[in-house]
Each structure stands twice: as C-alpha cells, then as structure tokens.
C-alpha cells in the first residue's frame, strides 16, 4: 500500500481539519484544501489549547466521575464520553486506512512520530500535525465528518481489539500494534494517571499495582488486549512491534515498519529517521510537539524502571501472571520477559 504524494497531501490536510473540527465543535464547515499548510500552527495551537481546556474541566472534577464502564471496559469521561463510543459501533473503515494501536503506555506517542517520520521520508511531503486522532476522543459529528475525508486517513486507538469497529477487520485496514513488557508499562501508566488530570489520581502506588492486576484501570486488562491480539498474530494485516525492539534495534523497526505499510525508504532515510526518533530525541521536542502535556506523554521512556517501584512480592505475582496469561504465546516470546522483568 504505498501512499502517493498527493494521498499524504490529502491525509495531512484531514488531519488537521480534524483538529479544527474538535476545536470549534459541532456545525464547523470544512474548508478546502487551499492554503492547509499554513494553518498548521494554528492548528496546533487551538488543539494544545483543547487540550488544556479539558485539562482545567477534569481539575473541577470528583475523582470518581472521571471513569465510567462501557461493555465491561473503563473509560475516561471526558475524552470518551458513551456517545463516542456508541458512535463507533458504526463507523465505516477503509482498506487504505492505517491504524495504529497499542495499549496504554506502550509506546503510542513515540510511535506517532515515527510512523510520521517514515512516512515523510517516503513521500517527500512533510506532515505536521503531530499525532493521530484517538478514535474514541471523536463525538458523532467529527465520525460524519471523518467519513468524508479523504484517503489515506491515518488514525490511532488504545481500544481491545475486540472493541475496535469491525468494518477495520473487514476492509482489512492495515494495523500497527505496538506492546511494551507489563511491568514497565503499568509503572508508566501510574505517573500518567498521576500527572494526566483527565484520569483518577492513583491514591497509592500499591493501589494501582491491584487496580492494575485485576484490570481495573482506563481501556481495561493488559492480559486480555495481549491475549486478543496473540490471536491475530498471524493476520497479515496487522503487525505487532515491541517498545523493547525499537529501543535495541530502532533503525531495524523503521525498516519494518516501512515494509509492512509497503513504503520504500534508502538507508541513508532509515538511519536519519532512526537518529532524529530516539526517545530522548522525541522527549526533548514533545513542548513542539504536545505543548504542555510534552512532559506527561513522555516521561523516561527506559526499559526496566519497574524495579525502582515494584516489591518483591509484587514483583513475583506479576511473573505469575504472565506466566498464567502469556507463557508459550508468540506475542509472550516476542516481548523477552526473562530479560526485561526478571
């Protein structure tokens, strides 16, 4: 699925009209593509400012209104009210579509930039809005507009794979899924929610630890997103990467990553991208690219900062966990638990 130059035009601008749909609200006319480009700051001005205005309405907020149960699943009110997801169940894929998808805490943002890079690089053509839109963040005016917007649509979800509409299994959209090992995402997950206003303060670490373990946390069990997707290993649609992997080998999952989405890159292109998306590289420019919440998104980004949180005990139910859930899975292999978690 190699996107042509004036599909990644078209993607950049529905990307941007997007952000502006979500920043003026419900009735806003797009405009046309004519002078795009320069609304480019604007856009990411107005969406940083978004931002915030959610932020300072979640600070007004009880700690127990912030999350609500969708389908057995927890959700963040604000960002993803039940009329988001009511509309999804609906919404229409395309086959030229490119989703990526991970877990909460698993590399997302890090992933956004590099996916953006590789897809710079291929095309000529620079994209500037910085991330792609959650799905579920769109109320049902942004999903009629999302129908109309051209191809390639590049979007984004932390949702199960058994939530994510199915018309993307049916167009056979393709799917980048990245995971991190449980331990350094849960430890990841408890300062976001801690500096993150939209979700509920962790009133301790050992709380979260549990809330965590029984999958009692925002888009649900790590487990059983591990377990969906180990079953969709194979599909030649969806291709799974490791946090771990692109911290050891980041040119390597560029060059994988371009090759899934049927990009050429030189290699002169994938070692530049790989140089310009080290995570320090990514967190020295988050104020650029996610404004005030640059410093919530990306954090440390290190592999094994869960021994400066978990007890042994702790520690040791998590093996078993994995044991229990993912010992013998591909994805389980993949994820290296004896080196990153032992």
Request: charged share 25%; hydrophobic share 35%.
């Amino acid at each position: 699925m190699l996107l042509s130059h004036t599909h990644t035009v078209k993607a950049q601008f529905m990307e941007i009209q997007l952000h502006k749909q979500m920043d003026q609200g419900p009735g806003t006319q797009a405009e046309g593509a004519t002078g795009a480009s320069g609304q480019d700051a604007s856009m990411n001005s107005t969406l940083e400012a978004r931002i915030q205005s959610r932020m300072e309405k979640a600070k007004k907020m009880k700690e127990e209104e912030k999350l609500y149960r969708y389908n057995g699943v927890l959700y963040p009110a604000i960002m993803s009210p039940e009329e988001n997801l009511k509309a999804l169940e609906t919404v229409e894929a395309r086959p030229d579509d490119i989703m990526l998808v991970a877990y909460p805490k698993c590399g997302f943002n890090w992933t956004v930039a590099v996916l953006r890079k590789i897809t710079s690089a291929a095309t000529g053509v620079k994209a500037e809005s910085k991330m792609p839109p959650l799905i579920e963040f769109f109320g049902p005016e942004m999903l009629q507009f999302l129908q109309k917007a051209p191809s390639p649509r590049l979007l984004g979800t932390h949702m199960h794979p058994d939530n994510i509409p199915a018309s993307f299994y049916q167009k056979k959209t393709k799917m980048l899924v990245v995971f991190r090992n449980p331990k350094d995402t849960m430890v990841s997950f408890y300062h976001f929610s801690n500096k993150n206003p939209v979700l509920p303060t962790a009133e301790s670490w050992d709380r979260f630890y549990a809330d965590f373990m029984s999958g009692e946390v925002p888009w649900g069990s790590y487990f059983d997103h591990a377990l969906a997707w180990e079953k969709r290993i194979h599909d030649p649609n969806v291709m799974i990467i490791t946090f771990e992997e692109l911290k050891q080998d980041l040119s390597g999952g560029v060059q994988r990553v371009a090759d899934f989405l049927g990009l050429s890159l030189t290699d002169d292109q994938v070692r530049t991208i790989a140089e310009e998306s080290t995570f320090n590289a990514m967190k020295e420019g988050a104020k650029d690219s996610h404004g005030q919440m640059g410093s919530v998104f990306f954090r440390r980004g290190e592999v094994g900062d869960w021994r400066n949180h978990f007890s042994q005990a702790q520690s040791e139910q998590m093996d078993a966990a994995f044991k229990k859930h993912l010992e013998g899975t591909r994805l389980g292999a993949r994820l290296k638990y004896d080196v990153y978690c032992k």
